[in-house]
């Protein structure tokens, strides 16, 4: 019951939030320099006068800008969220076509990151001081440092031209012939790279706090009474003190879910990777208005939707913040 | 050219009966099928060339649609949909002959009414109103002629009807009164008249053609398919040359991956292929704005800058310099002008002798340099330290993307600015409206944003682009150049250093003067 309460009230917080996503982004494309007639005067090699204020004309830029938000913003209160100036498309089909690319990158290197990282904190916190443990915040400070687009650019040197193993760019190879298991592959090969890269970042955040979480709860008490029972090391490490060393975690990744959002954008540029993050940094390019909200306004989507599930998660694992409340 | 054009079609029709294309000829025998792997920079908006422009478009608008005709790397014209033409004594009448029995790809066959509507639908909607400007209208005798009707000579118009210009489109699709710019079957269902048939446009991601089987040329194309990978990061795709995934990338420009390519085994880069483009990289003048308004403020920054410095060391050696506005590929490139080799201590004197005094802290005035794209941030940068020799404090201003850019500049709110500018063939499309008084036009990039104004220059591009006789031609723009070195509303650099990477398997690399953007149905795979 009461976790209905907190999702009801989460979804009219959501509403709010998407509402402020569609207007302030509205007014901020709007005051950069530059629309969509001379995107598409400069794609084309040149424009008429004429041309581009039929362009100016068909989209409705030269309302003011007022009306140009009012009318929007109607639209997308009934769903519609428009038509893109430059690709010629609705902007909802422009989206459904790309969003399963992102977040199967997005969920993926998320998953790989709190997977590994968790591993990785353990392992460190066990010997504080021993090798392993350095050698994980070396792998970490390396990981958070590095520019991601660096870090991209270096794997395809290494695995796509040193050591030919994987694809340079794209989601799948149109070539390859065969059942739907040869295709699953496929992407899987495709994924390798970016889903290294982009999970980089964030396997270095999770490996660090896990580590620290881990070796405050493996100094409590309930571990010290853990081990004079005789438990296994590896009970006491994984059953004992994982769970409860877990919330800061995932609290983290919860908030860290629209990092990773945003830092698709950069991975999916370098893999030509076919999702929104490619689209959105184009559109922005383009002053492509309605497809950039749109994006802002589905990822908006993802990042609440992410947030309310890692809420949940946290009262299955924690029972004091299941009570709390 | 009435004359001119009859051998010329003999010899053309000759030449396809033994199944030679003339420049085209090669050692071994083109093998038929496999797939060819390309990559391209940026995803078109759409696909159809006749309403959209560039070459995103363009090279698999080339591969949809067939033009009347096609060119060689001589710029000679070429037979395509048309088999023969002919240009009437006083240039005001062009006739073309279509093949017989061509048909679109949904079977229907292709007409001159097709051409015509084709013509119509490219003058309403193509940004290059002065292609096809004095066309009047075309008539329609039969099915296989078309006549177009001139109200002045206008001999950029053979040009306008190659693939990148002038694609054929189904009337009986694209004139069904849905606005061509916005017509659905632009992207999916595409029906054209070229070589290859649309198979899946996923942007993004890639286009896939298939072979025509029932394309007009007997036995062509060569290849049972053509998949063009959108891939948008240079390197990425300087890496998919070097490990085998992409077979044949067009428009690189990337000094450091020409150079690698150029290394590489199994693969090569060429630079033919890219006169009709003809990009050029320059340095832009406010002539309506002090002190740029200034022609001994223009002509000491020219001095200044070295230009070898840039071709050699900036671009690597892979850039061509370009004296003028007209790309050295061009045959209306005039050589002969002043080049205005570094002289620093020149420069110095001409400052001096016009009065800019130098301040106490060694600068005689301040400016500013503007760049809209990363391509061109080396040279700008390179401006700064090389004017401040001769007493010009340069603040260099980059704009985060293309339409801050286009802003600045096309309202005129600039001193100098980093630009490329491309030719599109003839000097009519794309050189004019750089230097046209007419043409200085308030909100429009790529029009005279210079505010350049001279009358004798304005004269010769009227004269020069209504003359009918090359030689005459040539001379006249032969002068425009001359003046325009002179004058210098521009500091022309260098040809863009557009290169084609393709793997040593590939075989009739498109080499003729539209690069991709021209139909590839010779390619072949060895």
């Known amino acids: 019951m009461e976790i209905l309460t907190l999702i009801v009230k989460r979804v009219s917080y959501a509403a709010m939030l998407l509402l402020a996503v569609v207007v302030l982004n509205f007014i901020l494309i709007n005051l950069a320099p530059g629309d969509i007639a001379d995107t598409i005067a400069g794609d084309m090699g040149g424009a008429t006068a004429e041309q581009m204020a039929e ?26 969220l428009g038509y893109s100036y430059f690709h010629t498309q609705p902007v909802t089909s422009l989206i459904a076509e790309r969003l399963p690319a992102t977040l199967l990158l997005v969920i993926t290197a998320q998953l790989v990151a709190l997977f590994v990282g968790t591993l990785l904190g353990v392992l460190a916190a066990r010997k504080p001081n021993g090798w392993l443990s350095h050698i994980v915040t070396l792998i970490a400070l390396f990981g958070y440092s590095a520019p991601v687009f660096w870090t991209g650019i270096m794997l395809l040197i290494m695995f796509s031209l040193w050591i030919p193993i994987f694809p340079v760019a794209g989601m799948v190879d149109v070539t390859i012939e065969g059942g739907w298991w040869s295709h699953v592959l496929d992407i899987a090969r495709h994924m390798v790279l970016p889903v290294i890269t982009l999970s980089s970042i964030f396997l270095a955040l999770y490996s660090r706090l896990c580590r620290a979480s881990m070796m405050e ?84 989507m993802v990042v609440i939707v992410g947030n309310l599930l890692t809420d949940l998660v946290l009262r299955l694992i924690d029972p004091r913040i299941r009570n709390r409340a | 050219m009435g004359k001119l054009s ?98 679109f790809h949904d079977g229907k066959p292709i007409t001159s009414k097709d051409v015509a509507f084709s013509v119509k639908t490219v ?21 296989n002629t078309a006549i177009l009707k001139l109200s002045e000579p206008h001999p950029a118009l053979l040009l306008a009807m190659s693939s990148q210009l002038l694609p054929i489109i189904p009337e009986h699709v694209y004139g069904d009164g849905q606005d061509p710019k916005k017509h659905p079957q632009n992207s999916e269902n595409v029906v054209g008249s070229g070589p290859f048939k649309l198979v899946e446009f996923k942007r993004d991601q890639h286009i896939i053609l298939e072979r025509n089987e029932n394309f007009f040329m007997e036995g062509r194309p060569y290849l049972d398919k053509i998949v063009m990978r959108i891939i948008k990061d240079p390197s990425a795709r300087a890496i998919a040359i070097e490990n085998g995934e992409v077979h044949l990338a067009a428009f690189e420009q990337s000094a450091q991956n020409i150079n690698r390519i150029k290394k590489a085994e199994g693969v090569s880069a060429t630079a033919d292929g890219y006169a009709a483009i003809g990009p050029i990289a320059w340095l832009a003048f406010n002539t309506a704005r002090e002190p740029t308004s200034d022609i001994n403020v223009r002509k000491a920054i020219a001095y200044a800058v070295d230009r070898n410095f840039i071709t050699k060391a900036i671009m690597l050696g892979t850039a061509e310099p370009a004296l003028t506005g007209i790309h050295p590929g061009s045959p209306f490139y005039e050589k002969d002008v002043e080049a205005y080799d570094v002289d620093l201590k020149k420069a110095n004197q001409i400052l001096e002798d016009a009065g800019y005094e130098k301040g106490a802290d060694g600068m005689r005035f301040k400016l500013f340099v503007d760049y809209g794209w990363p391509d061109v941030k080396a040279v700008a940068e390179y401006v700064k330290p090389q004017l401040k020799k001769i007493g010009i404090d340069i603040t260099v201003r980059a704009a985060p993307d293309f339409p801050t850019w286009a802003k600045r500049i096309s309202s005129h709110d600039f001193d100098m600015t980093w630009d490329v500018v491309f030719n599109w063939g003839d000097p009519v499309i794309g050189v004019h409206r750089t230097y046209q008084s007419t043409n200085i036009k308030e909100g429009v990039i790529w029009s005279n944003t210079q505010s350049y104004a001279n009358e004798e220059v304005d004269a010769l591009m009227e004269a020069a682009g209504k003359e009918t006789d090359l030689e005459k031609r040539k001379e006249l723009y032969s002068k425009f150049q001359k003046i325009l070195a002179d004058e210098l509303p521009v500091y022309w650099a260098y040809a863009l250093p557009y290169h084609t990477f393709h793997s040593d398997k590939v075989g009739n690399v498109p080499a003729g003067i539209w690069a991709t953007s021209s139909p590839l149905d010779l390619v072949y795979l060895k």
């Not at chain 1, 994982?242 to 540029?269: C, D, I, R």
């Not at chain 2, 014209?77 to 002919?86: G, T």
């Not at chain 2, 909607?125 to 096809?132: C, D, E, L």
Request: charged letters at 15%; one cysteine or more.
């Open chain 2, 6 to 103: 009859k051998p010329l079609t003999l010899a053309a029709t000759c030449l396809l009966a033994t199944g030679i294309t003339a420049g085209l000829a090669t050692a071994e025998e083109p093998k038929r099928g496999g797939t060819l792997v390309m990559s391209a920079p940026q995803t078109p908006r759409h696909l159809n060339p006749a309403v959209q422009s560039g070459t995103a478009t363009g090279a698999p608008g080339a591969q949809l649609f067939a033009a009347p005709l096609r060119y060689d790397e001589n710029w000679e014209p070429q037979p395509y949909l048309a088999k023969s033409w002919d240009v009437s004594d006083d240039g005001l009448t062009v006739t073309l002959n279509l093949v017989e029995g061509a048909t």
């Open chain 2, 123 to 143: 003058q309403e909607n193509h940004p290059f109103k002065t292609m096809f400007a004095p066309v009047q209208s075309v008539e329609t005798p039969d099915d």
């Open chain 1, 217 to 300: 709860v493996l100094g409590s008490d309930y571990i010290r009474t853990a081990r004079a029972k005789g438990l296994s090391e590896s009970q006491i490490v994984f059953k004992h003190a994982l769970k409860n060393s877990l919330g800061p975690v995932v609290t983290l990744a919860g908030l860290q879910f629209s990092a990773v959002v945003s830092g698709a954008v950069l991975v999916e540029t370098v893999f030509s990777w076919p999702g929104l993050g490619t689209l959105a940094l184009q559109s922005i390019i383009a002053r492509d208005t309605p497809t950039i909200i749109g994006i802002l306004f589905f990822s908006a």
């Open chain 1, 55 to 80: 362009i100016r004309a068909d989209y409705g830029l030269d309302l003011p800008l007022w009306q140009q938000l009012f009318r929007y913003v109607s639209n997308v209160m009934q769903g519609d």
